[in-house]
Antibody
Framework: QVQLVESGGGVVQPGRSLRLSCAAS????????MHWVRQAPGKGLEWVAV????????YYADSVKGRFTISRDNSKNTLYVQMNSLRAEDTAVYYC????????????WGQGTMVTVSS | SYVLTQPPSVSVAPGKTARITCGGN??????VHWYQQKPGQAPVLVIY???DRPSGIPERFSGSNSGHTATLTISRVEAGDEADYYC???????????FGGGTKLTVL
């Protein structure tokens, strides 16, 4: 079945780094733009970053620009986000989400992975 | 940056119609997508491109978009519709996604 599974979350100190992964299965991964969306505890959804289906273009929210890097490996059907210089305000559940080619509607979501930035 | 404004909460009795609005400057010129999120779960797409329903979403869910307001309408509301609902657009001028603040739908 169509599935996205995130991993790599955990507790990290401010200023440190963390890399999240998102494994895709059950659909044509290289036909989907892939996004990261986060949700701080008790708060709403916040879009974080996108990478085009072939990796040619990447865009970021202002809040993470220069600190986060999105990437993908289509041979492994896996999406990544490298998060550097983490701050307390980056604490959130991080979801990966897929949007079919040419669309910006997120029709596939993972279950999320929790990232806590705390000393 | 583009801002989407939703009411924090909407309440409706079972069997009635719920309308959740999403305000934005000339939002009628953009494509709006809606998500349902129940506690402890990932969001689910319920309306895309203003008014289209993904397979598996009941016909009770519908959408419209014009002027400065997009609306998600849920007809014949059921207890299982109780959830947070988010609108979302793609802001092409900055190549960024934008979510509304979310609306908590309470079924009385």
């Amino acid at each position: 079945q169509v599935q996205l599974v995130e991993s790599g979350g955990g507790v990290v100190q401010p200023g440190r780094s963390l890399r999240l992964s998102c494994a895709a299965s059950g659909f044509t991964f290289n036909s989907y733009g892939m996004h990261w969306v986060r949700q701080a505890p008790g708060k709403g959804l916040e879009w974080v970053a996108v990478i085009w289906y072939d990796g040619t273009y990447k865009y970021y929210a202002d809040s993470v620009k220069g600190r986060f890097t999105i990437s993908r490996d289509n041979s492994k059907n896996t999406l990544y986000v490298q998060m550097n210089s983490l701050r307390a305000e980056d604490t959130a559940v991080y979801y990966c989400a897929g949007a079919a080619l040419g669309s910006y509607a997120f029709d596939i979501w993972g279950q999320g992975t929790m990232v806590t930035v705390s000393s | 940056s583009y801002v989407l404004t939703q009411p924090p909460s909407v309440s409706v009795a079972p069997g009635k119609t719920a309308r959740i609005t999403c305000g934005g400057n000339n939002i009628g010129n953009k494509s709006v997508h809606w998500y349902q999120q129940k506690p402890g779960q990932a969001p689910v797409l319920v309306i895309y491109y203003d008014r289209d329903r993904p397979s598996g979403i009941p016909e009770r869910f519908s959408g419209s978009n014009s002027g400065h307001t997009a609306t998600l309408t849920i007809s014949r509301v059921e207890a299982g519709d109780e959830a947070d609902y988010y609108c979302q657009v793609w802001e092409s001028s900055s190549d960024q996604g934008v979510f509304g603040g979310g609306t908590k739908l309470t079924v009385l």
